[in-house]
């Protein structure tokens, strides 16, 4: 339930227990996610924990954690519903069972850098413009979000980068869902960010959408660590772990296509040999009935 609670309370008490639980949890976990529910309604309480999926160093994940329930404390006392989201963590405490909704990402904050510049060729007038930019965030997010919901099984986690052409800066993004979600969950809800990027984007060059269930964003630069899952129109050495693991998708992509156009040419071949038939057919029935 919603509304407020004292330190001195079941609620309050059950809350303590999660302060003191979660970020561990969250930290020694391969995927650097955690939830639970502790208590008895009505001063049940229920919470979810998630680290950023680039984090290698327990200690991070425990102290941004840690941090979120002293700050939500702190600025949200009392209240039985709070949301901290930070660069490296994401948590939710509430009174209502919001862990049975694995389709809530609620609530979503559009984090898009007001003060930040724009894209060089950007206008927001222009639709051309604007259908390009849109085409390039949405190439590549519906990228990152393939690798984060179907190839990254414990993590739900994606980074990328992407290189556009010389002119315009490298862009770097992440993709992330609890790792709770199923693969086609996963995606739902990236799909979801997507539709409100599209609203909300305004050619700049970085900026983040962020949910309880998942997040995305960009940059004009490397803010995650280590390289990158997936790669796109980047050049370099193709032998990489890190480039043959971030196409895998792509070059699904691929052979389906390519078994497609296959098929297709040679339907395409046979019809026409089938008309090239018939029509010598035809040729030789007209010249038998002119005699």
């Known amino acids: 339930t919603t509304g407020n609670y004292t330190a001195r309370d079941a609620f309050g008490a059950n809350l303590a227990r999660l302060t003191a639980e979660l970020p561990a949890d969250a930290s020694t976990s391969p995927s650097l996610y955690a939830s639970a529910a502790i208590g008895a309604s009505p001063d049940k309480v229920f919470a979810l924990a998630l680290c950023r999926g680039d984090i290698t160093d327990a200690r991070t994940c425990s102290g941004c954690l840690d941090n979120a329930f002293t700050q939500l404390r702190a600025l949200c006392a009392g209240e039985r519903d709070a949301t901290f989201f930070h660069d490296l963590c994401t948590l939710r405490y509430s009174g209502e069972d919001f862990l049975a909704r694995p389709d809530d990402n609620n609530p979503v904050i559009n984090a898009m850098d007001v003060n930040g510049s724009t894209y060089a060729a950007w206008d927001s007038r222009n639709a051309t413009s604007r259908s390009f ?13 393939m690798y984060g919901a179907y190839n990254s099984s414990v993590r739900r986690f994606a980074s990328a980068v992407m290189y556009i052409n010389p002119q315009l800066p ?26 409100q ?11 983040r959408i962020v949910g309880v269930r998942c997040n995305i964003r960009y940059e004009g630069y490397q803010f995650y660590d280590g390289m990158a899952n997936v790669r796109i129109g980047t050049h370099g050495d193709s032998s ?52």
Request: hydrophobic share 35%; charged share 15%; with cysteine.
């Open 240 to 291: 990489s772990p890190t480039e043959s693991n971030g196409s895998k998708h792509r070059q699904t992509l691929i052979i389906v296509l390519c078994v497609s156009v296959t098929v297709f040419c040679s339907m395409l071949v046979g019809c026409l040999l089938l008309i090239r038939r018939l029509r010598k057919g035809a040729g030789k029935h007209e010249i038998r009935t002119s005699t």
């Open 133 to 145: 930019f849109l085409s390039l965030v949405g190439t590549l997010f519906g990228e990152m979000s």
């Open 170 to 195: 490298t862009v770097y993004g992440l993709a992330q869902c609890t790792p709770d979600l199923s693969p086609g969950q996963c995606w739902h809800c990236f799909q979801g960010l997507q539709e």
């Open 197 to 207: 990027t599209r609203q909300w984007y305004d050619g700049r060059e970085g900026g």
